[in-house]
């Protein structure tokens, strides 16, 4: 069964443009969740979706937002980039969620923003 | 203070040595998780815990939900084992998980 698969893997931008980053789990999960991990914050939750649902929310701001398609992939969209969202941001799929089950984790999108 | 507390922050090993690395955590949760990451980013699901001890090859963990503590042991440490771990737990029924700082493993020949 194929992994996670993340794209772009790294990705360089501007100040004030926007980005979006794309997550495909493994087939069959139809949970996504959504990490920043940065040096000084470590890994923070962004956000989970099921079954094209945002479940829960970290504490991000408006400008951090995701959605989830009918075949499970789910896309994240950063707008008005600023430097402090230079970050690797990860994905990971589950059959259910984060409870009780286990959680797989893409190989990430370093974002640099300049 | 962190909800979860991992140490040591950094851990140096021979070859060989039986390793431990501890987590505590401050508020009820659902399940624990343990991770690996390797320098370039790849994150690596270890184990999942609810109660009581797993173990896989060399590594096992153990959960002691009274006292809200984990802790990883590696027995036999090897050079591949040099990674960062990390300690996660899903609090109470939220659907989301909240992480340690991480504990930085070097094992040397």
């Known amino acids: 069964k194929a992994g996670v698969t993340q794209t772009p893997r790294y990705l360089i931008k501007t100040r004030g443009q926007q980005v979006t980053l794309s997550c495909s789990p493994i087939?069959?999960?139809?949970?996504v969740s959504w990490y920043q991990q940065t040096p000084g914050q470590g890994l923070q939750f962004l956000f989970e979706?099921?079954?094209?649902?945002?479940?829960n929310k970290g504490n991000f701001p408006g400008r951090f937002s995701g959605r989830q398609f009918s075949n499970s992939r789910s896309e994240m969209n950063v707008s008005t980039l600023e430097l402090g969202d230079s970050a690797l941001y990860l994905c990971a799929s589950s059959l259910f969620g984060t409870s009780g089950y286990e959680q797989y984790f893409g190989p990430g999108t370093r974002l640099t923003v300049t | 203070k962190n909800e979860v507390e991992q140490s040591p922050q950094n851990l140096t090993a021979q070859e060989g040595e039986f390793i431990t690395i501890n987590c505590s955590y401050s508020v009820g949760i659902s399940a624990l998780h343990w991770l690996q990451q390797h320098p370039g980013g790849g994150i690596v699901s270890l184990f999942m815990?609810?109660?009581g001890k797993k173990k896989h090859g060399r590594l096992i963990a153990t959960i002691n939900i009274q006292e809200k503590h984990s802790s990883l042991h590696i027995t036999a440490s090897h050079p591949r084992d040099s990674a960062v771990y990390i300690c996660a737990v899903r609090p109470g029924t939220a659907s989301k998980l909240t992480f340690g700082t991480g504990t930085r493993l070097q094992v040397t020949l």
């Open positions: 979706y099921f079954s094209e649902t945002q479940r």
């Open positions: 087939s069959g999960h139809r949970s």
């Open positions: 815990l609810s109660s």
